[in-house]
């Protein structure tokens, strides 16, 4: 192993497995907010010097690439990148069986530094080798992509494979196997493999469920159905070539079919939600467990924008190593965050004219709205009356909306709300004009984040897990416009770090229609947003400071890893 590493890998005592992780802004290997988080999640492991591996798949073609045609319309191409150009291929080979066949599984290392150059392994599960059939040569070449044998497939490639992998790179000591989200839920079904095999017996008894509960971590990250990977028996025997005694067991099925949340929940020692309010969800959800709640937060380092950073640097030494120290921007003169802001809103405004060719003004509200394209969501909240939203931009200085955000391939609903929302800007008076940023990733979410006035987000609730862009947003003085759900139900101070949209719901459905948000979305902007901006500049650089100071010092990834070392690792 590089000894730049600085632990030994045989010495990493926690493995996180994830099957997405956003690695560097240029590489395609996530989606979204999951392998966002879990990539900020690795970072911060670096920043705290906690002994952590990451584990996660090669996606030689990533997720997709996005782009958006002259009516709307998105459509889909492969994001190829040359993994050689930035990891080291290992030596180990593994094999797991799939559908009656061998497939050898060998693993590229590719190092994620801290703040203080702290190095962390990140290993790329590859199946893509000359061993292979072709077909099972490109089992992990795309994310999210494929049929339901083909997700199975890779999910026993990271789980399974992913175990076999680290007892083969000499991670013998690994104490904790933190699984994010249910699709690696497969590496406790191989690590009752092991225990079984080690102790000689043939079957699943309570103390071999003890010892794989003792040494696993579930985090379940979403209440929406379809993001409970769930398997038909016929499925599984397309896949996995034996119904075991592990299998049989019943603690890898759910109303007859193979669950890997429900795998999860049975073989962990520490199940825990996103936010609050997600923690009390999953509770009413899977009512017989028992399930904590540690918020989400996002690296502040990788984060905050150049502009805001230089700022810090100067203000707040070790910002960057501690982002607790984050609270005492409360110091910064106001004029100091209202400048660094109006350059970084500067850089995104220039984007937008080299994208679009059209001018913005420096000086109009500028609203962000970026997340995946879907119908719960709800990209589409704000033009639920244009008349009205119209009145609000004219009687004023102008809103400009920049949005972005990609739908699931497979996701027709979520790509006519992309169209919706492009065909609606084709429509609007001068005083209200908005443009759509294709193939939103790491890169294009920094320059928004940094770069609008405020950040606007509205989830039905409460089936906003817990979202992690408007903390990104905080970290740049930027406040947030939101529906009461996930983490801004602990991150919203009304008027002091931005404003909610609607009451904080108890319900599961509780605006089928959206007319009583959209109405409080409409009243916020004209009544609090608006008037703040144009005739209060003082007042609004005042929210600013404590968008960074209340929630950028508590929203971040060294606070939510420090409460996963004491409640989840220790």
């Avoid at 192993?1 to 890998?9: D, S």
């Avoid at 906690?50 to 997720?63: A, D, E, I, Q, S």
């Avoid at 150009?85 to 693993?107: F, K, S």
């Avoid at 079984?196 to 509960?213: F, N, Y």
Wanted: aromatic share 8%; charged share 25%.
């Amino acid at each position: 192993m590089p000894a730049e590493l600085g632990i030994p890998i045989e010495q990493r005592t926690i493995a996180y497995f994830s099957m997405e992780i956003a690695l560097a802004p240029a590489l395609p290997t996530y989606s979204g907010g999951l392998g966002v988080l879990a990539g900020d999640t690795i970072r911060a492991a670096a920043d705290l010097k906690v002994p952590m591996v990451g584990v996660t798949l090669l996606h030689r073609k990533g997720h997709f690439h996005q782009d958006l045609d002259d009516d709307g319309w998105q459509h889909e191409s492969p994001e190829a990148w040359d993994v050689h150009q930035h990891a080291e291929e290992l030596t180990p080979r593994v094999r797991v069986r799939l559908a009656g066949r061998d497939v050898q599984i060998r693993a590229w290392q590719y190092v994620i530094r801290g703040c203080f150059e702290q190095a962390m392994p990140v290993l790329l599960l590859d199946v893509d080798l000359p061993e292979n059939q072709d077909n099972d040569r490109r089992l992990t070449d795309r994310l999210y992509i494929g049929d339901r044998c083909h997700r199975l497939a890779q999910e026993v490639i990271l789980g399974v494979g992913g175990v076999r992998m680290l007892r083969a790179l000499g991670l013998s000591r690994t104490e904790r196997f933190h699984m994010n989200e249910g699709h690696a839920a497969l590496l406790a079904a191989e690590l009752l493999r092991e225990h079984l095999l080690s102790h000689g017996k043939s079957a699943v008894d309570e103390e071999a469920i003890t010892a794989v509960r003792d040494q696993c971590v579930f985090t379940t990250h979403t209440p929406v159905p379809s993001g409970h990977d769930r398997f038909s028996q016929d499925q599984i025997r397309a896949v996995i070539e034996e119904q075991s005694a592990l299998e049989r067991s019943g603690l890898f099925e759910h109303e007859g079919m193979l669950n890997l949340t429900y795998t999860g929940l049975n073989l962990s020692r520490y199940v825990n939600g996103v936010a609050k309010r997600h923690g009390e969800v999953s509770r009413h959800m899977f009512a017989s467990y028992t399930i904590d709640a540690i918020t989400n937060g996002v690296h502040a380092a990788t984060w905050t924008g150049d502009r805001m950073a230089r700022v810090f640097d100067e203000h707040i030494p070790g910002w960057r190593g501690d982002s607790f120290n984050l609270r005492y921007a409360a110091g910064i003169p106001l004029e100091v965050i209202a400048s660094a802001h109006r350059q970084a809103k500067r850089e995104l405004l220039d984007r937008i004219e080299i994208q679009t060719g059209t001018t913005w003004d420096p000086h109009a509200l500028t609203v962000g709205f970026a997340r995946r394209a879907t119908a719960y969501k709800r990209p589409t909240l704000l033009f639920n009356n244009m008349e009205r939203l119209e009145q609000i931009a004219r009687q004023n200085g102008g809103i400009q909306l920049v949005f972005a955000g990609k739908a699931h391939p497979d996701d027709d609903v979520g790509k006519r709300l992309i169209q919706e929302i492009l065909r609606s800007a084709k429509r609007l008076p001068d005083q209200l004009r908005l443009v759509y940023l294709p193939d939103y990733g790491v890169e294009l979410a920094r320059c928004m984040v940094s770069g609008v006035d405020v950040w606007l987000n509205t989830p039905r609730p409460p089936l906003e897990a817990s979202g992690t862009s408007g903390m990104k947003a905080a970290l740049n003085g930027v406040p947030s416009l939101s529906t009461l759900d996930g983490w801004w139900l602990e991150g919203c101070i009304e008027g002091i770090t931005g404003w909610a949209i609607g009451p904080e719901y108890q319900g599961m459905d509780p605006d089928p229609d959206d007319r009583d948000d959209a109405e409080s979305l409409y009243s916020k902007l004209e009544h609090d947003v608006v008037p703040l901006f144009y005739n209060d500049s003082a007042g609004f650089n005042q929210v600013r400071r404590h968008c960074i100071a209340l929630n950028g010092s508590f929203f971040n990834t060294h606070r939510m890893l420090q409460e996963y070392v004491v409640r989840a690792y220790l």
